[in-house]
């Protein structure tokens, strides 16, 4: 509408009405050919990031020297969660494969998603976990697995306080919603804490304050207009739901509602 208006405005004080109805048309013109680059761009983008997740996640299950079958299993999952047609399933796995070769390279693959580094931080951090869910398959992440998601993090414009955070996420909700009338295990506390940006000794308002700051950045609709492909929105949605067990465990500790 904005581009049509300005094209209308145009074209009345260079054409009358005739150049009204032209500079009309000339706007509606451009304003339609930009928003379908944008929208092309936006499927390029999430192509490329379904891609290179599995090929990154390829090579982080073999940085420990091996691909173990459980998480083999967490890759074949993700397919099943993120409802990937038999098209996107063949390249999932095409990308694993590549991925898990001899001479893969990690770098150059996080390069390709050199173009979301800048605004979508919380799509970058999504993508980080969904490839710490990929390697703790095994009950736990390896030094080198480690050690490579730091590197992947650096690449993204990440760092290793991000890697260890979402770490700590994962721990701290992998035993389910904290219901029971006792405080949690402290480990498990401490992790809590940890995956929200936080120590032991937060204040209850730093806590609420950094609870809605993460719930508002990763919530799927915002992702998804960052470029998160609408097939992620299940994993989206599950880490708004871990960042909630995190906060709920420390809610119980600290005796605040």
Not at 40 to 60: C, D, N, W, Y
Not at 101 to 119: N, T, W
């Amino acid at each position: 509408m904005a581009f049509i208006l300005i094209g209308a405005v145009i074209g009345l004080l260079v054409g009358g009405s005739r150049g009204l109805l032209i500079g009309a048309l000339l706007g509606y013109a451009i304003g339609w050919g930009m928003r379908s680059t944008l929208r092309s761009g936006v499927r390029l983008m999430q192509s490329q990031f379904l891609e290179s997740t599995f090929a990154i996640m390829g090579a982080l299950c073999k940085a420990d020297g091996v691909v173990t079958r459980d998480e083999i299993k967490v890759a074949e999952a993700t397919f099943n969660r993120l409802h990937l047609s038999s098209e996107q399933r063949g390249i999932a796995k095409a990308a694993f494969n590549r991925g898990k070769a001899p001479g893969f390279d990690l770098h150059a693959e996080a390069e390709k998603l050199g173009g979301m580094r800048y605004g979508q931080r919380p799509v970058l951090q999504l993508f980080l976990q969904i490839q710490c869910m990929a390697v703790a398959a095994d009950g736990k992440i390896h030094p080198a697995e480690h050690e490579m998601l730091v590197q992947l993090a650096s690449r993204l414009g990440l760092t290793e306080r991000d890697v260890s955070q979402l770490e700590a996420l994962l721990r701290a909700a992998s035993a389910g919603p904290f219901t029971g009338p006792r405080p949690a295990g402290q480990s498990r506390l401490n992790d809590a804490y940890t995956a929200l940006g936080l120590n032991s000794g937060a204040s209850v308002a730093e806590i609420k304050r950094a609870y809605r700051r993460l719930i508002s950045k990763n919530h799927p609709d915002k992702l998804a207009a960052k470029g998160l492909p609408d097939s992620m929105r299940e994993i989206a949605e599950e880490r708004a739901r871990e960042l909630n067990v995190a906060y709920e465990l420390i809610k119980q500790a600290r005796g605040f509602s």
